[in-house]
């Protein structure tokens, strides 16, 4: 099940990217590590006012050959799940099921807020970013489990 803790599996990193996903109630930010599964890489954003954007899903997962994805899980400061988490966990469960692929929830405290402070150092405007700003909250999101699982792994 989704929402027990998934050890990283070797196998399938060395095959298949990863995705990772910044679930909003109007977007989703997606971003997909590289093919060494190193770093991650914003791929766009993805409307989910619109009936068909399930659709669009399967169509980066497939374009992108994801072997697993990784879901922000949004935790209160305290640790706790509310209810954006919960509706993430069942997203989470939803994307198990729909595409038989293993899916990760990751605690995503605070990437959003540093995705902003990246822009603003950029000196991005608030229009450009307000287009980009999810799928750099997923790219962040999926570099922390990446950097983690690769901290894992040389320990």
């Not at 196998?11 to 190193?38: E, N, Q």
């Not at 595409?99 to 990751?106: A, E, G, H, K, R």
């Not at 807020?113 to 950029?122: D, F, I, N």
Request: aromatic letters at 4%.
């Amino acid at each position: 099940m989704c929402s027990k803790k998934r050890e990283w599996s070797e196998p399938l990193a060395s095959r298949s990217r990863i995705m990772g996903l910044d679930v909003g109630k109007k977007r989703i930010g997606v971003a997909v590590s590289d093919r060494l599964v190193w770093t991650a890489q914003g791929v766009g954003v993805i409307d989910r006012t619109r009936p068909d954007w399930m659709k669009r899903l399967a169509e980066l997962i497939e374009e992108n050959e994801v072997g697993a994805i990784v879901v922000g899980l949004p935790r209160n400061m305290d640790g706790s799940i509310g209810p954006r988490g919960k509706a993430c966990q069942e997203l989470a469960r939803r994307l198990e099921e729909q595409f038989s692929l293993p899916v990760i929830l990751w605690d995503e405290r605070l990437s959003t807020v540093a995705a902003e402070r990246t822009l603003l150092s950029a000196d991005m405007s608030r229009k450009k970013r307000r287009k980009v700003i999810d799928q750099i909250a997923a790219s962040w999101i999926l570099q922390g489990y990446l950097d983690a699982q690769r901290r894992k792994r040389e320990t």
